[in-house]
């Protein structure tokens, strides 16, 4: 009965300690995909929100742009610090569930299971942005934030609309987004799932 306890109590502080090192690695590998995307698209870097994020990340940025430059719209050393981040945390869920470290020969589902789980947070980034865009439209449509989101978002829904037939002013272009980014991110996890089984 004791021993019950002892697994029940061990469980539940794994299983606690799992999703407080989810969240945080998921909050930050996600702010360097931002970092990413603003380099991309060209965002302004001096409003107060790509402040934020800069602040945020340069501590792990920084030194990786000394050996690794950007490259046209690539911001290679947010893109590559995101990925050590998405492995580390893959390594840590596995110790956290398991108690040990994960043999030599998950390392390399490992290192592909990273790249999926970048993939997973650009779309967890994608539906945020485009459900907060869309929320503030309609209650507050001058909302100071407004200009970032739109520049953040319109690379993505401008395509969109393009394709999609004149419905007599109503952008349903948003919605397409947010299904295309749910159902991308439920193909990822099982692929993240099958690679590395975390």
């Given at each position: 009965m004791w021993l019950r306890k002892i697994r029940g109590k061990s469980t539940m502080f794994s299983d606690s300690l799992h999703f407080i090192?989810?969240?945080?690695?998921?909050?930050?590998?996600?702010?360097?995909?931002?970092?990413?995307?603003?380099?991309?698209?060209?965002?302004?870097?001096?409003?107060?929100?790509?402040?934020?994020?800069?602040?945020?990340?340069d501590w792990l940025v920084v030194p990786i742009r000394k050996v690794v430059s950007p490259g046209g719209r690539f911001d290679w050393p947010s893109l590559l610090a995101c990925w050590l981040t998405a492995f580390l945390l893959l390594l840590l869920t596995w110790v956290a569930l398991t108690g040990g470290l994960p043999p030599p020969a998950s390392l390399l589902p490992a290192l592909l299971a990273s790249l999926v789980t970048m993939l997973k947070w650009a779309l967890n980034l994608v539906l945020w942005l485009t459900l907060i865009q869309a929320i503030l439209s309609w209650v507050n449509p001058l909302a100071p934030v407004m200009p970032v989101l739109h520049t953040l978002t319109a690379p993505l829904?401008?395509?969109?609309?393009?394709?999609?037939?004149?419905?007599g002013?109503?952008?349903?272009s948003p919605?397409?987004?947010?299904?295309?980014?749910?159902?991308?991110?439920?193909?990822?996890?099982?692929?993240?799932?099958?690679l590395f089984g975390v």
């Open positions: 090192i989810n969240i945080a690695f998921s909050l930050f590998g996600i702010a360097l995909v931002i970092r990413a995307w603003m380099y991309a698209i060209r965002l302004h870097p001096f409003n107060p929100y790509s402040q934020a994020v800069l602040r945020l990340t829904l401008d395509p969109i609309r393009r394709a999609m037939p004149n419905l002013g109503i952008d349903f919605l397409v987004l947010l299904v295309l980014a749910q159902v991308g991110m439920m193909v990822l996890e099982h692929l993240a799932f099958s």
